[in-house]
């Protein structure tokens, strides 16, 4: 990887205050007292590198995959239809891809402590990285709460809440993922997350040659579906209004339950912090879900409308339970379709694998856009202080008290406040990727004002700076449409204002964000010639130097079997 001398270049005040931020010119012999906006150097604020290439990229696909895939493709099939479902899901994993390859090529250059926060600041604006940090971080606040609820929602399955309170599950789970972030550290969490995403992997294979089964005429009913249901009762269904409006309304309709189902992909850039190796774990943790994307959700939403028909009445009944329980999943469905027994427990089982991995990622997300967004000068200082493990504890207690939100659960009344929940982190999802992308572009008009060559880029985007062009556009009209179906009420039906605040409530807070930080803190915007590329680049070209020449020396003493991982296993990952 080539390298560039920063002496003859500027690094300016990325605050837009012009105080809060220190020059320093990079090539010195010592950094702990180093004060650098967005990275890290003092023993008692500095995150550890604890997670390996192996960690990253598990985590990553992990993060995605959830209920919106095993169970919310049900809600979108009996809405749109097999075809709408294939588009839409292969459609958004694509624009996906794109917002991974934006980041992935900021995080290899400079992997800050801070993340995708840190980026925002310096490279565009530092209202942006505000509003962007705290968008975030409201989602996951929210969110986590939520997965914790659905995990007492799966277990009433096996033991309904008259016989034991769903407070009680929530409890045990919250203790749970408190210990595994704190009293683990870095290294066991992302050990911890590695093995329950290879379960989550495992089981979205197996999901995948079940319908791949039945779709051929395995099942115990011996019919092969094949296309039949594409072909009748159709691949495209109406959505209120009838012919091909509807059938467009009914597509556009499901973008919403894909963007939900891939939401999470993007915290791989919230680990750059605690990676080892970053330029090189991050990079490839990015091209791994292109593929990932591929099989798991695409094939997945092409075998599940081949096997379930659009207009099955067990699939509707599914849809009305408003559950997170094996009972709402498409795929046992098309078990009962195919005649096949005892699979709602065993899928049951995997759900709540899925909930709880998810709430365990999700208090990890929240305690770190916390501590980044005081990294990069956005909150309180204190939330940026560790301990000796690395572990941000002050960023964790606060995310760990919101998560008793899910105690709300206590009560039954409760569910339909988490289903708003749910379209209320969509939208900060859908802002989160907005953000990306324009720091993104940014990044890349700065590169080019700059004249910095592709060759010393660790890691590009595919398709640059017009890749993100277009990804923008299409999260933009996603964000605005997303809840268009509340307009098209017909005959006495009740317009839905409550879908339709928190569908939208993230747009206005989000703006506020960002004009209340101009206004305030009377923050400019960075021009392309003045983007600070250099300031603490060589505080991690000597962490990767000594990384590397330590796994060049282990590599060298490695025997049987970690010699066998290294050289066949370790690529997967």
């Known amino acids: 990887m080539g390298r560039s001398s920063s002496s003859s270049i500027r690094t300016p005040d990325v605050s837009g205050s012009g105080a809060d931020n220190e020059k320093h010119q990079p090539g010195g012999d ?30 990553a696909i992990g993060g995605a995959l959830g209920t919106g895939l095993i169970i919310g493709t049900g809600a979108a099939l009996a809405k749109a239809g097999p075809g709408s479902l294939f588009i839409s899901y292969t459609f958004i994993g694509a624009i996906v891809f794109l917002v991974m390859a934006a980041l992935g090529e900021m995080a290899a250059w400079m992997p800050f402590s801070a993340g995708f926060t840190g980026y925002a600041s310096r490279y565009c604006h530092p209202a942006l990285g505000f509003a962007l940090g705290w968008t975030y971080w409201f989602k996951y606040v929210i969110v986590t709460p939520n997965q914790l609820t659905a995990a007492a929602l799966v277990i009433q399955e096996w033991c309904p809440p008259d016989k034991v309170n769903p407070g009680v599950f929530i409890a045990i789970f919250l203790v749970a993922i408190i210990c595994i972030n704190y009293f683990g550290g870095i290294k066991f969490f992302g050990e911890f997350e590695f093995w329950l995403s290879s379960i989550k992997v495992l089981v979205i294979l197996g999901i995948i040659l079940f319908c791949i089964v039945i779709a051929a005429g395995g099942g115990p009913n011996g019919q092969a579906t094949g296309f039949k249901y594409w072909r009748d009762p159709g691949a495209f269904a109406e959505l209120k209004v009838k012919g091909s409006v509807g059938q467009f309304l009914g597509f556009w309709s499901v973008m919403v339950n894909a963007t939900f189902a891939y939401l999470g992909t993007e915290l791989v850039g919230v680990t750059a912090g605690e990676a080892q190796n970053p330029r090189r774990s991050i990079p490839k943790a990015i091209k791994l879900t292109f593929y990932r994307i591929v099989v798991f959700y695409c094939l997945s939403v092409l075998l599940v409308g081949m096997i379930v028909p659009y207009n099955s009445d067990k699939l509707a009944f599914a849809n009305d339970v408003g559950r997170p329980g094996a009972s709402s999943s498409p795929f046992v469905v098309a078990a009962k379709e195919a005649g096949v027994q005892n699979l709602p427990g065993i899928i049951n089982g995997c759900i709540l694998i899925f909930v709880f991995s998810a709430a365990n990622s999700d208090l990890y997300i929240a305690s770190r856009t916390l501590y980044g967004l005081a990294s990069d000068r956005s909150a309180p200082a204190i939330f940026k202080r560790t301990d000796s493990r690395g572990v941000p504890w002050p960023s964790l207690i606060v995310a760990s008290l919101f998560a008793l939100l899910a105690m709300m659960n206590v009560a039954d009344d409760s569910r339909a406040v988490f289903k708003h929940f749910v379209n209320l982190t969509t939208i900060f999802g859908l802002l989160t990727w907005i953000s990306i992308l324009i720091t993104h572009i940014w990044f890349c ?73 101009i206004l305030i803190k009377k923050s400019r915007g960075i021009a392309p010639k003045d983007v600070d590329f250099y300031t603490g680049k060589d505080i991690i070209d000597r962490e990767e130097e000594a990384f590397l020449a330590k796994k060049e020396e282990m590599a060298a003493s490695r025997t049987g079997w970690n010699r066998f991982y290294d050289r066949f296993l370790s690529p997967l990952f």
């Not at 004249?451 to 700076?465: E, K, V």
């Open 30 to 59: 010592s950094h702990a007292n180093m004060d650098i906006r967005g990275l890290e150097t003092s023993e008692h604020t500095s995150l550890h590198r604890g997670l390996k290439a192996r960690h990253i990229s598990m985590i």
């Open 445 to 517: 008009r700065g590169r080019q004002a700059q004249a910095i060559p592709d060759s010393i880029m660790p890691y590009r985007a595919p398709l640059g700076i017009w890749g993100s062009y277009a990804a923008l556009f299409f999260c933009i009209i996603i964000a605005l449409t997303k809840n268009f179906e509340i307009f098209l009420v017909t005959g006495d039906e009740p317009f839905d204002w409550r879908t339709l605040i928190t569908g939208y409530l993230g747009i206005p807070l989000y703006l506020l964000l960002l004009f209340g930080h």
